[in-house]
């Protein structure tokens, strides 16, 4: 059964940092491709980054990109997501995504698999 937790998610004020991280269980991370979700009340989800095996290929939003950086630890089954210079637009629960394959998608209907989210708050 594949299963993922995020986890990292903290209050921080403009301009700081946080690290979220993603655990993977069920699956091996070598064959699916990673995404990360944010999501506000009131609006739809939205695709952050994402990467697949070996970092071929990654995707970021015009809005976190030279910002946030997607990484994966393969033998742990973790993917994280480095967050710099966060911004109160960044606030919102994050959320990581898997889907088996090779290709990078930043539509959160193309994923099989979520998890429950973690909040991330920015604000001074």
């Known amino acids: 059964q594949v299963r993922l937790e995020e986890s990292g998610g903290d209050l921080v004020q403009p301009g700081g940092s946080l690290r979220l991280s993603c655990a993977g269980s069920?699956?091996?991370?070598?064959?699916?491709?990673i995404g990360w979700f944010r999501q506000v009340p009131g609006k739809e989800r939205e695709g952050v980054s994402c990467?697949?095996?070996?970092?071929?290929?990654?995707w970021y939003s015009d809005s976190v990109k030279g910002r946030f950086t997607i990484s994966r630890d393969e033998v742990k089954n973790v993917v994280y997501l480095q967050m710099n210079s966060l911004q109160p637009d960044d606030a919102a629960v994050y959320y990581c995504?898997?889907?088996?394959?090779?290709?990078?998608?930043?539509?959160?209907?193309?994923?099989?698999?979520w998890g429950q989210g973690t909040q991330v708050t920015v604000s001074s």
């Open positions: 995504a898997a889907v088996g394959g090779f290709y990078c998608s930043g539509n959160a209907v193309d994923y099989d698999y």
């Open positions: 069920g699956f091996v991370l070598d064959y699916y491709a």
């Open positions: 990467s697949t095996t070996n970092d071929a290929s990654e």
